[in-house]
């Protein structure tokens, strides 16, 4: 084979990169020196995505370890989510959790060459996905297991915590990317930025009357719990996690029911087991459908923030007049377009 090789003190432009993967053969390296394993350690890619995530196994045990991608968060945000899942843990709630290091240290970091990258191991999750493994039973359980974690994120917060609605509104840090994601489209262009102004207002109402807010997870969807032929569940991919109201969390799993075309009885089912633990309280029902519009607001622009690392041709997995006539229809009739 005929080739020739480059030097980096050449005369080539220094690239600047969003996204770079991190070898396998490091991440086993890694995970061997860290973590009581046992044995040969391997590390395969499963997915390159918003984050990127690997198979870990060693001579007796199969894991996930996530790379997260780097991003306008701090690269230690991620304590966050690891620390309230060590929380769940102690609670014997049923999640993927990381698993602590030699040093007791829940994550360690990599430098990549966007910038510094968090990297943890976790518990692997049994089963399959819900979608799955779909049954009205199972969603009912996994509503009221979800309500469990809302009431459990509380205590983790504290009773003098007081909850804001700052995370509920960061679809506001990827507007600027959702207008360019949405160039050619005038008419989105003109009504996204006033969507998402009178929904930071509306949020900030709700948050003032008192509708709950809590620790939440923040991307639930069918695909963030598996469920294993015995029927036990276990919720997973808190990457998201943070401040929110309750409802939302909600309804980010019923509209996430809505998108994989799957029958609305799993998604009331899911509510109905909800609310065998955590009633919904009347604001919450009266504003569920703005929830439903907000959650589908916050995923165009997350999408569309996301693209300069994962592409746009793959976020456009659903038609956007789709996805904008779902938006504004709620959005008008919530009165806020």
Same mark, same amino acid.
């Given at each position: 084979?005929?080739?020739?090789?480059?030097?980096?003190?050449?005369?080539?432009?220094?690239?600047?990169?969003?996204?770079?993967?991190?070898?396998?053969?490091?991440?086993?390296?890694?995970?061997?020196?860290?973590?009581?394993?046992?044995?040969?350690?391997?590390?395969?890619?499963?997915?390159?995505?918003?984050?990127?995530?690997?198979?870990?196994?060693?001579?007796?045990?199969?894991?996930?370890?996530?790379?997260?991608?780097?991003?306008?968060?701090?690269?230690?945000?991620?304590?966050?989510?690891?620390?309230?899942?060590?929380?769940?843990?102690?609670?014997?709630?049923?999640?993927?959790?990381?698993?602590?290091?030699? !040093?007791?240290?829940? =994550?360690?970091?990599?430098? $990549?060459?966007?910038?510094? /990258?968090?990297?943890? #191991?976790? *518990?692997?999750?049994?089963?399959?996905?819900?979608?799955?493994?779909l049954s009205e039973d199972t969603a009912a359980s996994?509503?009221?297991?979800?309500?469990?974690?809302?009431?459990?994120?509380?205590?983790?917060?504290?009773?003098?915590?007081?909850?804001?609605?700052?995370?509920?509104?960061?679809?506001?840090?990827?507007?600027?990317?959702?207008?360019?994601?949405?160039?050619?489209?005038?008419? !989105?262009?003109?009504? =996204?930025?006033?969507?998402? $102004?009178?929904?930071?207002? /509306?949020?900030?109402? #709700?948050? *003032?009357?008192?509708?709950?807010?809590?620790?939440?997870?923040?991307?639930?969807?069918?695909?963030?719990?598996?469920?294993?032929?015995?029927?036990?569940?276990?919720?997973?991919?808190?990457?998201?996690?943070?401040?929110?109201?309750?409802?939302?969390?909600?309804?980010?799993?019923?509209?996430?029911?809505?998108?994989?075309?799957?029958?609305?009885?799993?998604?009331?089912?899911?509510?109905?087991?909800?609310?065998s633990v955590r009633p919904f309280t009347p604001l919450?029902?009266?504003?569920?459908?703005?929830?439903?519009?907000?959650?589908?607001?916050?995923?165009?622009?997350?999408?569309?923030?996301?693209?300069?690392?994962?592409?746009?041709?793959?976020?456009?997995?659903?038609?956007?007049?789709?996805?904008?006539?779902?938006?504004?229809?709620r959005a008008r009739d919530a009165g806020l377009l």
């Amino acid at each position: 084979m005929n080739y020739t090789t480059s030097s980096i003190s050449s005369d080539l432009p220094v690239a600047q990169i969003s996204h770079s993967v991190i070898h396998p053969d490091f991440i086993a390296q890694e995970v061997a020196a860290r973590y009581p394993v046992s044995g040969k350690v391997e590390a395969w890619l499963l997915y390159r995505g918003m984050n990127d995530v690997y198979l870990v196994q060693d001579a007796k045990t199969k894991y996930a370890l996530r790379v997260w991608r780097k991003t306008y968060r701090d690269v230690d945000d991620v304590a966050y989510e690891l620390d309230f899942l060590a929380f769940l843990k102690d609670r014997e709630f049923p999640a993927s959790v990381a698993v602590p290091q030699h !040093d007791g240290a829940l =994550y360690f970091k990599a430098s $990549s060459p966007e910038g510094d /990258r968090a990297l943890a #191991l976790y *518990d692997w999750a049994p089963g399959k996905k819900f979608g799955e493994m779909l049954s009205e039973d199972t969603a009912a359980s996994i509503g009221a297991k979800f309500a469990k974690m809302h009431l459990l994120g509380i205590e983790h917060a504290g009773a003098d915590h007081k909850f804001t609605t700052d995370t509920a509104c960061d679809y506001n840090i990827c507007l600027p990317a959702l207008l360019d994601f949405v160039y050619d489209r005038p008419d !989105d262009l003109r009504d =996204y930025p006033i969507i998402a $102004s009178a929904l930071d207002k /509306r949020l900030q109402e #709700l948050a *003032d009357a008192g509708v709950p807010m809590g620790i939440c997870h923040r991307d639930f969807h069918p695909s963030n719990v598996h469920v294993d032929d015995q029927g036990i569940i276990t919720f997973l991919d808190f990457d998201a996690a943070g401040e929110d109201f309750l409802m939302q969390d909600v309804k980010n799993y019923v509209w996430g029911n809505l998108f994989y075309d799957f029958s609305p009885a799993y998604g009331e089912a899911f509510e109905a087991g909800y609310q065998s633990v955590r009633p919904f309280t009347p604001l919450e029902i009266e504003n569920g459908e703005l929830f439903m519009m907000a959650k589908a607001f916050r995923l165009v622009a997350g999408m569309a923030h996301s693209s300069v690392s994962v592409g746009r041709g793959t976020l456009r997995f659903r038609n956007l007049d789709w996805l904008g006539d779902y938006i504004k229809t709620r959005a008008r009739d919530a009165g806020l377009l």
